[in-house]
């Protein structure tokens, strides 16, 4: 039995000792027609029929209940059982990564004879279940550089994060105007926590937006302009430390080195054999999809972009391709053709300006074509704060997903609580169909290193926040 809670709640785990405390005060949610064997509960609760308890969930999602595996749906948030990491983190979990999945899961129920509960209730494959982990930028030049190169403390200090707590307490919607309101994180340890989320995940995916530059070629800009890069030194720390399996690269500080910062990208992503898309020497290679594999399925991502700086892709142009209806149809068709059984389409997107929360009229109508186009999920980048997440039904089945931004990551922006804060987009699967939905809050170290907050804690500031601001519509 999977232990859900609404998706609006902000409990991330769970302990047997609080689902039987649950249980005690009446206050689990039980399916009807099921026998708990481990652990022993003792309530007297009315149960609920077991197809009605992700609908209770949607009206009261501050309750927790115990659901069959087989009906886990997006509307519902799983509670992973907590273990030895940071916030009961890494714990055994039926839809968490890997590595949670293969641990002894502790709670297991029976069908009651004659109760007529359909088989595919229960019906549970590990071998069908997969994550998907997004990240927000890994432009590391400002913030990150000035920390690693000036300051001496190596990449190995930039990507090791573990965990944060704020000095004073924080809010939830900080203005958008000066004086601005930032926060002061503390780094509470647990060093290298924030990469081990990432590369436990099935498939890791992240964006970038600026040029990667050979050793010999690069220096840190400091701080002192907007023309950023980073050097070839992140590279092995992307596939290594975060475990990254794709990169997309559609944004708009790409060819703030010109047409050779590009090449460079190109160039030293392949060396280092790190599959990209969302970028090339022309508009062919821009729109060549990358994918990925999990749970015997061929994933297909492709980027694009709409922010200004950047050169658009042409044929005969090096750059990113553009937000058009004629790309996005292009892209999605590689990638199907490719023999992709799922696409995610990200765009880099601002539907107008930077910094803003909600979901703009230009990036729906944008999204009008992501789905016309044939993307199953969207996930975007680009306005450097977290949200909007959106929850639609799918074209054909189920729920589509798409997160407008992450929010920041690598990006130094130190100024605003906003730009500080990010959440990592984890995603579960089950074959094709999307399963579940989680947040993992973070946010930025000296304006360099991201570490995890407790989601019940302060990181309930960015997460509210995204809430707030999003749509989740699970029924057509």
Not at 152 to 163: D, I, M, P, R, S
Not at 281 to 306: Q, S, T
Request: aromatic share 8%; hydrophobic share 40%.
């Amino acid at each position: 039995m999977a232990v859900v809670t609404g998706l609006t709640n902000l409990r991330a785990t769970v302990t047997l000792d609080q689902v039987r405390a649950f249980a005690r005060r009446g206050e689990l949610v039980v399916p009807c027609g099921v026998t708990v064997q481990k652990p022993q509960l003792d309530t007297e609760a009315k149960c609920v029929p077991a197809d009605q308890i992700a609908a209770l969930l949607r009206k009261r999602p501050q309750r927790v209940a115990l659901l069959p595996p087989g009906l886990v749906e997006p509307a519902t948030k799983v509670l992973s059982i907590a273990g030895k990491g940071p916030f009961g983190m890494f714990g055994p979990d039926l839809f968490g990564d890997a590595k949670s999945r293969a641990l002894d899961y502790p709670l297991q129920a029976t069908a009651q004879p004659g109760a007529g509960l359909e088989a595919s209730w229960a019906a549970y494959d590990p071998s069908e279940i997969w994550t998907l982990t997004n990240l927000g930028s890994l432009c590391a030049d400002r913030g990150g550089a000035t920390q690693a190169v000036a300051r001496g403390k190596g990449w190995g200090w930039v990507f090791g994060g573990g965990t944060a707590r704020y000095a004073t307490p924080a809010v939830v919607d900080p203005p958008n105007r000066e004086p601005y309101r930032a926060v002061q994180p503390i780094d509470t340890g647990r060093q290298g926590t924030f990469a081990q989320v990432i590369k436990r995940s099935d498939v890791a995916i992240a964006d970038h937006e600026c040029p990667v530059i050979a050793k010999e070629d690069w220096s840190p800009q400091l701080g002192r302009t907007l023309v950023f890069s980073v050097p070839e030194a992140v590279l092995p720390h992307w596939r290594d430390t975060l475990g990254l399996d794709l990169v997309y690269l559609a944004a708009n500080h790409m060819s703030d080195k010109g047409v050779a910062g590009i090449r460079s990208t190109l160039r030293l992503m392949d060396e280092y054999k790190l599959p990209r898309t969302g970028l090339g020497r022309d508009l062919d290679e821009a729109l060549e999809p990358a994918y990925a594999e999990a749970a015997g399925l061929k994933i297909g991502f492709v980027a694009f972009n709409d922010v200004g700086g950047v050169v658009a892709a042409a044929p005969q142009t090096a750059g990113v391709p553009w937000i058009t209806e004629k790309n996005i149809r292009t892209g999605v068709r590689r990638a199907r053709d490719g023999g992709a059984d799922l696409v995610i389409c990200n765009p880099q997107w601002w539907g107008g300006a930077e910094y803003h929360d909600d979901l703009w009229p230009l990036q729906e109508k944008q999204l009008g074509w992501f789905e016309k186009a044939g993307c199953d999920h969207v996930i975007g980048s680009g306005t450097h704060v977290a949200g909007p997440l959106l929850l639609r039904p799918h074209r054909d089945e189920g729920v589509s997903v798409t997160l407008v931004s992450p929010g920041n990551h690598y990006f130094g922006q130190g100024w605003w609580q906003e730009t500080q804060e990010g959440v990592i987009l984890d995603l579960t699967f089950r074959g094709t169909r999307l399963v579940n939905v989680r947040m993992r809050p973070t946010v930025m170290i000296n304006e360099a290193r991201p570490a995890l907050l407790d989601p019940a804690g302060d990181g309930r500031y960015v997460l509210q926040r995204v809430l707030n601001y999003s749509e989740l519509r699970y029924d057509r």
